[in-house]
Each structure stands twice: as structure tokens, then as C-alpha cells.
């Protein structure tokens, strides 16, 4: 990587080069299938992606220039899953504090239904396992609505009762 923080544009940047490198001179398709490869994408998928074959991707690869670049890109990768991944956390945050909010001030604008739904959409994401878990591996929440007293009991607090 060059010190600016760019990915190498030459080989000549890279310490341990031989003078048949295959990417003497990096062009859009090596930075195009170094991206793809950093993204996680097979070798052979993306060769065909890029108009390669399999085999002259596998002799980049064996370049210590092209894996520069392809480490390069991985770090992009990593950069922008974890930003986004902070992005949705702070949403996901945000919409349960007004969720939050306006069941304190209108509990009794909610369904039934709309509370297991909600019930259902957490536990989903959050503690239970996932819908295609094995049976008997995870946790299994039964929620049951009862009716409220329509008048709460009164109590009495003058001291000495």
C-alpha cells in the first residue's frame, strides 16, 4: 500500500517483486478482480466475473504485488461491513427507544397481535435461534395476554392501616 493510504498502482511499490511480475502494470481488471476476490467471491467465480480464467487468476494470486492489492481491498471491505454495521446498530437502537416511547404513552394502541409481533421479531433476531435451527437446540418463549382488572385494587396508604 503507498504511504498515502492509496493501493499500490505499481509493483515497484511492493518489497518482494521479480521483474516478470504479473502485474507490472496494474490496470482497471487486476483492481476490479482484486476487489471481487477481497469481497470473498471464489476464485473461479470471479475470473469468470472479470473475463479471466481460473488459471491465470490462481498465477496472480501467487504475486505478492496482486495479494498487496487484494489485502488492500479486504481492508476496505472490513472498514465499510463494520461502519454499516454500526450504522444499522444505531438505527435498530434508535426505532426501539421510539417503539419504546410510544408504548409508555398509548399501550392500548397496540394489538395483541402487533405485541406478539413484536415479541416475535426480537426474539427472532436476538436470543432465539434462527427459523432453520435444529429442533430442540434453542429457547422456546410462549407468551399468553390475560385482561387487565378493569379497576385496579385500591390501596390504602394513611399511615397507621
Do not use: W
Amino acid at each position: 500500500m503507498a504511504e498515502d493510504g492509496t493501493p499500490p498502482s505499481s509493483p515497484t511499490e511492493s518489497l518482494a517483486l521479480s521483474p516478470a511480475s504479473v502485474t507490472d502494470r496494474l490496470r482497471a481488471r487486476h483492481h476490479q478482480l482484486a476487489r471481487y476476490i477481497a469481497e470473498g467471491k471464489a476464485i473461479r467465480e470471479a475470473a469468470f466475473i472479470v473475463g479471466y480464467a481460473p488459471q491465470t487468476v490462481s498465477s496472480y494470486m501467487s504475486d505478492p504485488a496482486f495479494r498487496e492489492l487484494v489485502d488492500y481491498y479486504k481492508a476496505q471491505v472490513n472498514h465499510e461491513y463494520l461502519d454499516m454495521h454500526h450504522k444499522l446498530g444505531s438505527l435498530a437502537a434508535t426505532a426501539v427507544d421510539i417503539l419504546h416511547e410510544r408504548l409508555e404513552e398509548r399501550p392500548t394502541a397496540f394489538t395483541n397481535n402487533e405485541l406478539r409481533q413484536i415479541i416475535n421479531d426480537a426474539c427472532d433476531r436476538s436470543v432465539a435461534p434462527s427459523k432453520g435451527a435444529a429442533a430442540g437446540s434453542g429457547v422456546s418463549i410462549n407468551v399468553r395476554f390475560v385482561k387487565a382488572d378493569p379497576q385496579p385494587p385500591v390501596i390504602d396508604v394513611t399511615p397507621g392501616h
